[in-house]
């Protein structure tokens, strides 16, 4: 399974998903969770880059998506 990555916009500061990993050991086992797929969390907003772990220890990438600063053209 792939790396779980979570994009945060440039104002955003908190999230709530569930874990992919926890998802996929459910529905390829069949066992039954009580919790511990769910992963919340922040990241500041001068902070890139940041990791969680879900309580079942999946490590979660989050990452922040910087939007480009708009263009302005002047009519020549």
Avoid: K, N, W
């Avoid at 104002?11 to 709530?16: A, K, L, S």
């Avoid at 769910?38 to 001068?46: M, N, P, Q, Y």
């Amino acid at each position: 399974m792939s790396r779980q990555v979570i994009y945060l916009g440039p104002d955003r500061t908190q999230f709530e998903v569930r874990c992919d990993a926890c998802v996929a050991d459910v529905q390829r086992v069949g066992a039954i969770m009580a919790g511990g797929t769910v992963v919340e969390g922040s990241l500041r907003r001068d902070v890139d880059v940041g990791f969680r772990t879900c309580r079942r220890g999946h490590r979660i990438l989050v990452r922040r998506v910087r939007m480009p600063s708009p263009t302005t053209f002047s009519a020549a």
